[in-house]
């Protein structure tokens, strides 16, 4: 069983700029795709904002009672240290959350601190999709060091022309015929000299 705070890393998954529960780290990367989609990337606020460790419960707790940090929860309680809260910073993460977030199991409607604003807890049984993962998209792969320029061309019959010119001056060339499952044909060894006439390949 696992104890607040303590969660081990299986049963955690990323969200942009910190980790949550792998529920509720999925069920927020899907709704931070949507708020990307309206023009904001949903962000905690810190470091110790979305998954919190015992210990930062600890100094966050300590500081409450000092007189010098914010409301805090007694360290073993926070949802935080369950991975289920996220802090948000500002008023236009607040807003985004409240308009589109409870279909994701995010809402102000079940907060257990309602007089936190920037507070927002997960409530399972909204969302039930895929973890879209903290960027949302798939990631870009990296081109080769050499990869220079990238050229593609879409022919009116269905043909797809991919053309790479390298550092190196060379030219690498293929195409996909529009009823292949795949790449049917390729080019290599080509000069710069030739970028444009090398015709209707393919055929
Ligand atoms: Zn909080």
Excluded: C
Aim: net charge negative.
């Amino acid at each position: 069983m696992s104890e607040n705070g303590k969660l081990p890393a299986s049963e955690l998954a990323p969200i942009a700029q910190g980790q949550l529960r792998i529920d509720a780290a999925a069920a927020w990367n899907a709704l931070n795709v949507e708020s990307r989609r309206r023009g904001l990337e949903l962000v905690p606020t810190g470091s110790m904002s979305s998954y919190r460790t015992y210990s930062q419960q600890v100094y966050l707790w300590e500081e409450y009672q000092a007189g010098r940090g914010a409301l805090a929860a007694v360290p073993g309680t926070s949802n935080h240290g369950w991975g289920t809260a996220v802090d948000t910073p500002d008023q236009r993460h607040w807003s985004m959350i409240e308009q589109i977030g409870a279909p994701y199991g995010y809402s102000k409607a079940w907060s257990d601190a309602p007089s936190e604003p920037w507070h927002v807890v997960y409530q399972p049984g909204h969302y039930t999709g895929p973890d879209p993962g903290p960027y949302g998209i798939p990631a870009i792969p990296e081109l080769p060091e050499d990869t220079v320029s990238l050229f593609v061309i879409l022919n009116k019959d269905g043909r797809v022309e991919v053309f790479v010119e390298q550092s190196d001056g060379e030219v690498w060339h293929a195409w996909q015929k529009s009823a292949g499952g795949a790449f049917e044909g390729a080019q290599t060894g080509v000069r710069n000299a030739t970028w444009f006439t090398l015709g209707t390949p393919g055929k």
